[in-house]
């Protein structure tokens, strides 16, 4: 059965992640490390309905460990805004704009949860997240543009009102 799922979708994993990462030898490094725990779960195979979804939500958790790592860099006091440094006040800014984000999306079941943060990242598209769900890409699509509103509203209702520079980037929130 591994076997199997290797022959059928490896190529697709390490697409999905060279996609991701843009460099082709981390893609396969993720790819493989998402077959080893497939093979280490092997026993489980017989019970699951759907190897695909299965397959890529191990290969959306190994890349979210994979990004999750990436930013666990050392900060030194260089990296640290200043108290006056203005990008450091948006930064701060920013932040509270995503914790605030972060806070409304935790009130959706866990499944969905992680799919919102995957799309909000763009680091799952939603044809993506309409595949692993198993979902018509159309019923898919208007479930994440219905959570876009619900969550724009409570937004503007709990956290803030964003900012926007020229260019429609958000640079902090002005407070309710």
């Not at 990004?67 to 920013?94: F, M, R, Y």
């Not at 995503?98 to 999306?105: N, P, S, T, V």
């Not at 799309?119 to 979902?135: H, N, P, V």
Request: net charge neutral; hydrophobic share 30%; with cysteine.
């Amino acid at each position: 059965m591994t076997q199997q799922l290797w022959l059928e979708h490896s190529d697709r994993i390490c697409n999905y992640f060279k996609k991701r990462t843009g460099n082709e030898p981390l893609a396969c490094d993720l790819m493989q490390d998402t077959f080893k725990k497939v093979i280490d779960h092997r026993d489980k195979l017989e019970d699951i309905d759907n190897h695909k979804a299965w397959l890529y939500r191990i290969a959306q958790n190994k890349f979210i460990d994979y990004t999750q790592k990436k930013k666990e860099v050392p900060l030194s006091d260089s990296t640290l805004p200043q108290e006056n440094d203005k990008k450091g006040e948006h930064s701060a800014e920013i932040r509270s704009v995503a914790d605030c984000l972060y806070q409304l999306i935790q009130e959706y079941d866990e499944e969905d949860q992680e799919l919102l943060i995957q799309i909000f990242r763009k680091s799952l598209t939603q044809k993506e997240g309409a595949q692993y769900l198993d979902l018509p890409y159309s019923t898919f699509k208007s479930r994440i543009q219905k959570a876009r509103k619900e969550i724009a509203r409570e937004f503007d209702k709990r956290c803030c009102q964003l900012k926007y520079n020229r260019d429609g980037h958000i640079i902090g929130c002005s407070s309710i």
